[in-house]
């Protein structure tokens, strides 16, 4: 059965209006017009919706029945044409985004707060993996954007804008860095490990990693989780290990060599060359960089 959406709305007319002359004026169209419409429809669903022995139609009892279930599917479509014309200025109905844990911070939370508000029509599709594999996300265009820890050998492809830094400190919990020392020497913790978040870009930490014991782990909690039980030292942005901090379960440590006790990393935004956002995706790029004080990223 193939109902058509004209005859539903005479249907519907005709019913409130209490005639197919009433309803012809509703609808701009004459009464042969409502009255054909409608029982074409009748024809389609195999019984009388309306009779009309008298001066004016009724609806049968199976017409009254199927009224309710016309309006909400004439409302139903209302709400259709309405959630089209929403999108007609935004021009991308979803976007795609992927973030790095490390770079997430909750500046990037309030942000993507004010674009729910802001584009309330606009799906938002957010993947959270470590900057490597958005990378291979965005090449092979399951991603528009993504924001992470990029080495420049890795931006020859896309455009990027340098988002906003990363403070990170190496941490470690009370009972581990008293049984290291402190200040932490080489020796002492070349009897230890490092904990570390997978494809960092940071050269001084390769350096140390390809020297001591490396436990590379990709989910953060779960690091979090193995510095917390002393199983080795870990360098964390700020906004990771603040409440360990609080709570006493983690504490920053200092080497005796290097300068490398702390890190400022740079969140990078990369999207492929050439790809052109609108203005929903134009508006996050924009918060998600100016969010630290950055100048907004602009469309080539």
Not at 157 to 169: C, E, Q, R
Not at 171 to 187: C, E, F, I, K, N
Request: contains cysteine.
């Amino acid at each position: 059965m193939k109902l058509q959406l004209e005859a539903v709305r005479a249907f519907v007319a005709a019913a409130d209006e209490g005639s197919f002359t009433a309803a012809g004026r509703q609808l701009n169209k004459t009464q042969a017009a409502i009255s054909q419409q409608v029982q074409n429809l009748e024809i389609d669903l195999g019984f009388h919706l309306f009779c009309r022995q008298g001066k004016y139609p009724k609806l049968t009892d199976k017409g009254q029945r199927l009224l309710k279930d016309a309006r909400m599917m004439l409302s139903q479509v209302e709400h259709f044409s309405e959630q089209a014309r929403s999108l007609e200025g935004v021009a991308e109905p979803r976007l795609r985004i992927g973030i790095d844990p490390l770079v997430g911070t909750p500046g990037l939370i309030a942000t993507l707060s004010d674009f729910s508000r802001q584009f309330p029509q606009v799906e938002l599709y957010l993947v959270q993996q470590n900057s490597q594999s958005l990378l291979r996300q965005l090449g092979d265009g399951r991603l528009d954007a993504v924001l992470g820890l990029f080495p420049k050998a890795d931006l020859v492809d896309y455009t990027g804008v340098d988002a906003f830094p990363i403070a990170s400190h190496w941490v470690a919990s009370p009972r581990l860095a008293d049984a290291l020392g402190a200040p932490l020497t080489y020796t002492n913790l070349s009897r230890s490990r490092l904990l570390l978040p997978t494809n960092l870009p940071e050269p001084s930490m390769r350096k140390m990693a390809d020297m001591l014991q490396v436990w590379q782990v990709e989910d953060l909690n779960t690091l979090l989780s193995f510095c917390r039980e002393g199983i080795g030292i870990s360098c964390l942005p700020d906004f990771v290990i603040r409440q360990d901090m609080a709570l006493g379960r983690l504490i920053r440590i200092q080497f005796d060599f290097d300068r490398i006790s702390k890190f400022e990393w740079r969140a990078t935004l990369l999207w492929p060359n050439g790809h052109r956002f609108h203005e929903a995706g134009l508006w996050l790029l924009n918060q998600m960089t100016l969010e630290a004080g950055r100048r907004p990223a602009h469309q080539s």
